[in-house]
Each structure stands twice: as structure tokens, then as C-alpha cells.
């Protein structure tokens, strides 16, 4: 089975500080997405990689930006924490394009 | 506009119900994708599919593309099946469309 692991389930930070959310997975996907779920949105693209060091902008990247330095890992970074952006982050990979999605847990973030 | 609706948005079903999961899209698509969310965030894939129905225990998915609708059915509902369940279809971006997801609460 593929294993997508996020770093934290939990995570609270303080608005301005720089943060980290890790995402690795296991089966050699060549494509990851980063995706925030909130209520009554849905869940919307943050970035995606379909190759290392490759990365592409999804429909809301302001505030955040990505980096593909291993196959496996696809780390999602939040520049300087704001509460807006407070929300439920979760990862993903797939193997080839629009086939089914294998997702991580999730990261709950709250920025104080 | 949404690419993709779901319908209702949220469901509450006795033990044992029958449950239907609506969902309406406006592109194009090669495929359409179910998937369920439980309570804690993971999100698992139940289906993919391009054409007529699966089925998969007690889930069947059904599709009929002329009306761009699909429909997730759910027989002989039971409390483990509450979740949130979400309907998402490919972009030309090679990205997804999702639905902004159905929250089912089967009560015992």
C-alpha cells in the first residue's frame, strides 16, 4: 500500500514565523500536490510537483511556496504565518496524472 | 461557478438507510473519482470511473456522462459510513475539480 506521511497532525505557530509542513511518500510517485481544506471550500491547490526540483502553482500559492529536492519529499513552506492562513493542509501523490490521489493524514495548523 | 456541485451538502440517515450522493459537473471529463473523508482527515479513493456503475461492498458508484452526473449509493447504511465524501473530476491542468464534499452522519 502506498504510504503518504505528513510530518505533524497537529501543529500551532505564531503569525510571522516561518513554517515547515513536510510530506513523504513511499511508492515513487512522480507527481505530489499540496492542498488546504476548509470549510465549505473544499479542497484547493496550493502547488504541485510532477518532478523533482519541478514545481508548479495551483489556484492559491500566495503566501507559500514548495520545494522538491527528493523524489519522496515534497515540503510545503509558509513564508511568514498569517491566521488566514489557519487551516486543515493535507499532501498527496499519484503516480501518473488524474489517476487516484494517495493522501497523507493531514496537518492541522493554527497560527496564533 | 463551480466546475462541480454536490448534492445535499449535508445528510443525516438512520441505521440501515439506503443513501444517495449527488454530483453534477460542467467540463468535460475522461473520468470522475469518489472519495471519503473521515472524521481526522485522511482521505481515502473509493472510485474511479468513466462509464455506467461499480460497485464495491456495500457502495456503488453510477455515471452517466451525457447528463454529466454521478451518483454515490450507499446500502444498508451503518455508522462506520459516516464521513465526508467528496466527488472530483480531472482538469485540463491535469489537476482536480473537487466538489466541496458531502458530510453523511449515520446515527445507530
Known amino acids: 500500500d502506498v504510504k503518504v506521511t505528513q510530518s505533524s497532525r497537529y501543529l500551532v505557530k505564531r503569525t510571522g514565523e516561518k513554517v515547515f509542513l513536510e510530506c513523504v511518500q513511499d511508492?515513487?510517485?512522480?507527481?505530489m500536490f499540496w492542498y488546504r481544506q476548509d470549510p465549505g471550500l473544499g479542497l484547493r491547490l496550493i502547488y504541485f510537483?510532477?518532478?523533482?526540483?519541478?514545481?508548479e502553482k495551483g489556484d492559491i500559492p500566495e503566501g507559500y511556496s514548495v520545494s522538491r529536492e527528493k523524489k519522496e519529499r515534497f515540503s510545503l513552506i509558509l513564508e511568514s504565518a498569517s491566521t488566514n492562513q489557519t487551516s486543515m493542509y493535507l499532501c498527496?501523490?499519484?503516480?501518473?496524472?488524474?489517476?487516484?490521489?494517495?493522501f497523507g493524514d493531514g496537518t492541522r495548523l493554527s497560527i496564533l | 461557478k463551480n466546475e462541480v456541485e454536490q448534492s445535499p451538502q449535508n445528510l443525516t440517515a438512520q441505521e440501515g438507510e439506503f443513501i444517495t450522493i449527488n454530483c453534477s459537473y460542467s467540463?468535460?471529463?475522461?473520468?470522475l473519482h469518489w472519495l471519503q473523508q473521515h472524521p481526522g482527515g485522511g482521505i481515502v479513493s473509493l472510485f474511479m470511473?468513466?462509464?455506467g456503475k461499480k460497485k464495491h461492498g456495500r457502495l456503488i458508484a453510477t455515471i452517466n456522462i451525457q447528463e454529466k452526473h454521478s451518483s454515490l449509493h450507499i446500502t444498508a447504511s451503518h455508522p462506520r459510513d459516516s464521513a465526508v465524501y467528496i466527488c472530483?473530476?480531472?482538469?485540463?491542468?491535469?489537476?482536480?475539480?473537487f466538489g466541496t464534499g458531502t458530510s453523511l452522519t449515520v446515527i445507530p
Open positions: 498527496a501523490s499519484s503516480l501518473f496524472p488524474n489517476q487516484p490521489q494517495h
Open positions: 511508492m515513487d510517485h512522480e507527481n
Open positions: 510537483s510532477y518532478d523533482v526540483k519541478m514545481k
Open positions: 467540463v468535460g471529463i475522461s473520468a
Open positions: 470511473l468513466s462509464s
Open positions: 472530483a473530476v480531472p482538469n485540463t491542468g491535469n489537476q482536480f475539480y
